[in-house]
């Protein structure tokens, strides 16, 4: 479900490549998204290429070979070996429909530019959907990132046909040149941590989420790894010192109840568990995305925890205990029933 993107022949040297790739393989990260036609690269761009996939081989990780119709003529494909060859730009429906035969590789299409017509024409010119998968654009230039309503549209033809698809997300840490402002498929996701991006392209529909950039930090890929289907993580600032059982409570997996209030996500799980009385303490006016906690003066309400997606006048019978305002992308997409887990500022 997870990957990285290298690049052979820019910013980073093959050492540098490899030791990235042995971190994101501690990190149990399986999947390589590699472009063999880059115009930028180097003069060693060939040779740092087979080095770099023989080490991803060498590492067992699944790896997507992108490739352009100029660059897959010019290049010896038996050279390298890969699991899916995805088709950039220039292939027609026919050669699509033509290398979808082929039983060594899968082939990866454009999600991006794809269209229904391609789809229905590759199949009837004997294209074969059991060997397809698909991922989208990356997008180097500013504001020419895509839409959430183009990207939900293009991945529900997608999944019509039963094709699972890959999107990228940005690193905030070494940006790829050229252009250095971050390779995102969405244009919002632009200057968002890989967690909360990543993750709101897995409740978009998207099966692969790959870091698109040279090189995220140890702390981008470590929490980057931690991105799963089952518990949405949600990084929180800690407001003021909060108690104990506080700490305790934040720290639980939670469960967004079945009948949550129409502006709150509210968990299911706090108030059951909480053991110890709760003080009443910052009670200051309820900020959207704030994370709150009923105090003892709320009797048998004390320890239920909210998250708020709406303002709320101060209140002494309820704590503000945080802020997960830099997770309102996906919060807004949390349903009922949904399990969700916090992520303290700091917390290894």
Known sequence: MLGISVYAGLDLSLEENINYLEEAKKLGIKNIFLSLHIPEVNNNFLKEAKELISAINRLDFNLTADISKKYYNNLDLSEFKFDALRLDFGFNNQEIAELSQNSDYRINLNASTLTDSDLKTIISQGGNPENFEACHNFYPRKETG???????????????????????????????????????????????????????????????????????????????????????????????????????????????????????????????????????????????????????????????????????????????????????????????????????????
């Open 146 to 348: 895509l839409s959430e309503e183009l990207i939900l549209k293009k991945n529900n033809l997608l999944k019509k046909y039963d094709i699972k698809v890959g999107a990228f997300v940005a690193s905030n840490h070494k940006k790829r040149p050229p252009i250095k402002a971050g390779l995102p498929t969405l244009e919002k996701h632009r200057f968002l941590t890989p967690l909360i991006a990543g993750q709101d392209l897995l409740k978009l529909g998207i099966d692969k989420i790959y870091i698109g950039d040279s090189r995220a930090s140890k702390e981008e890929l470590k929490n980057f790894s931690s991105i799963n289907s089952e518990v949405t993580i949600i990084p929180l600032d800690i407001i003021g010192s909060l108690s104990k059982e506080e700490m305790r409570l934040l720290n639980l997996e939670h469960k967004n109840r079945q009948d949550p209030g129409e502006y709150i996500i509210r968990s299911e799980t706090a108030r059951k568990n909480k053991k110890e009385k709760i003080k009443a303490h910052n009670n200051i006016k309820r900020f959207k995305y704030a994370v709150t906690i009923d105090n003892y003066l709320y009797q048998r309400y004390e320890g239920d925890l909210q998250i708020l997606k709406k303002e709320y006048p101060a209140d002494k019978k309820i704590n503000v205990v945080a802020d997960a305002g830099k997770a309102a992308l996906i919060i807004e997409k949390i349903k009922e029933g949904d399990k969700f887990k916090f992520k303290l500022k700091g917390e290894e």
